[in-house]
């Protein structure tokens, strides 16, 4: 059978400020998705949140980039802005940067992740959420689960895995992309990958069959509105198993809280924390910024799950790890590397500052 998973998320209002997502905003959701299913444009969906982002689940067999599928992630965040607004939500509607749909929710603010494939006999698939943090959060993690046999030992041991992933990597600020194959390619691709600001690993594929194996949102809000409206608070597909990387090899790179850019203001690096979907509500100093993991199994395009990923004692130690570093990360107050590098502060009070010093920098 063919599906498309689709993954569409956007910040609609905040419970209290940005830390939460309010039940009525959910529930609204899951009334939009439940219509969808039983008038037949889903197969099936699952709606959730981390932090205070709403993230909507779909598999459908229209395919990816799908009008009917994005309007329908479009109307449904729509709705709940309004409910948002009755309820003087914070930020209400704030990621969506379009007053009317144009065919594509893409450039318009929600995240976007969707993938089309022949669901195998056993089709495992782990769709990865983030708040408080930007796009390129998912390079480091996909990379040491496609390329990194330290992380991923199916890589040396697995003959359908030996061959290597290709990587597809968007320079999103000049609108281009570039595929490096690992493992050969792997120095190549860290040069690039390793700026999360400028270059992002948008899809990954195994070399041997070309199937897609991972597909993550690139969109850069920023760069979408011109000014600073939010993080882009990311999600991820990786599908497990098989020829890809095993269940435990896809969550092992979140054993490390990895730095990211975002958390207050989105100004900031911050430990990335994986927590349980309820675990989802950063609070202190907006933060730190938070990852879940909702793994399901498809049969017939149906959702068998989800199952929350982190909710394993396993991870304890990274929590603590991410705290440490959280605490370690605030001492440094406005200073860098704890506020983002000014070349990445373009869309603060940089540019208002810098005229406002216009001719009072002088030659040494």
């Known amino acids: 059978m063919r599906i498309t998973l689709s993954v ?19 529930a609204n959701a899951e009334e939009w998705m439940a219509r969808a299913k039983k008038g037949g444009t889903l197969v099936d969906y699952h709606v ?3 932090g205070d982002d709403l993230q909507l689940i779909m598999t459908h067999q229209h395919g990816e980039n799908n009008e009917l599928i994005h309007k329908l992630a479009w109307d449904t965040f729509v709705s709940c802005t309004e409910v948002a607004k009755k309820l003087k939500l914070h930020g209400a509607g704030q990621d969506l940067l379009a007053d009317a749909f144009s065919g594509n929710v893409k ?13 195998r006999p056993a089709e495992t698939v782990i769709v990865f959420m983030a708040d408080k943090t930007s796009a390129g959060a998912w390079n480091m993690p996909l990379y040491k689960m496609f390329a990194d046999p330290f992380n991923t030992i199916g890589l040396v041991i697995a003959s359908n895995m030996h061959g290597g992933f290709a990587f597809e990597v968007q ?10 194959n690992a493992p050969e390619e792997i120095y190549d691709l860290l040069v690039f990958i390793g700026a999360p600001s400028h270059y992002m690993v948008k899809a990954v594929y195994h070399r041997g069959s070309n199937e897609i194996a991972a597909s993550s949102s690139t969109q850069r809000l920023a760069l979408i509105a011109g000014r600073y409206v939010g993080k882009d608070d990311p999600v991820c597909i990786v599908r497990s198993q098989g020829e890809f990387p095993a269940v435990g090899e896809v969550l092992e790179p979140f054993s490390l809280p990895f730095l990211v850019e975002g958390w207050m203001r989105g100004s900031h690096h911050g430990p ?5 979907t ?4 950063p609070s202190r100093f907006d933060g730190p910024p938070r990852v879940t993991a909702a793994g399901f199994q498809l049969s017939g395009g149906k959702l068998v799950g989800p199952r929350d990923m982190f909710a394993d004692k396993s991870f304890d130690n990274a929590r603590q790890q991410a705290l440490d570093a959280a605490d370690f990360m605030r001492r440094h107050g406005p200073f860098e590397p704890h506020r983002l590098p000014l ?10 500052v810098m005229k406002k010093l216009e001719g009072r920098f002088v030659d040494i």
């Open 8 to 26: 569409i998320k956007a910040d609609v209002g905040g419970y209290v400020g940005h830390s939460e997502s309010h039940p009525d905003v959910l």
């Open 48 to 50: 959730t949140k981390c």
């Open 107 to 119: 450039g318009m603010g929600p995240g976007v992740a969707e993938m089309e494939f022949e669901e």
């Open 171 to 180: 320079a999103i600020k000049e609108g281009k992309k570039v595929t490096f």
């Open 272 to 276: 990335l924390m994986p927590v349980s």
């Open 278 to 281: 309820p675990d989802s509500i």
């Open 343 to 352: 070349d990445e502060m373009e869309y603060t009070t940089m540019p208002e």
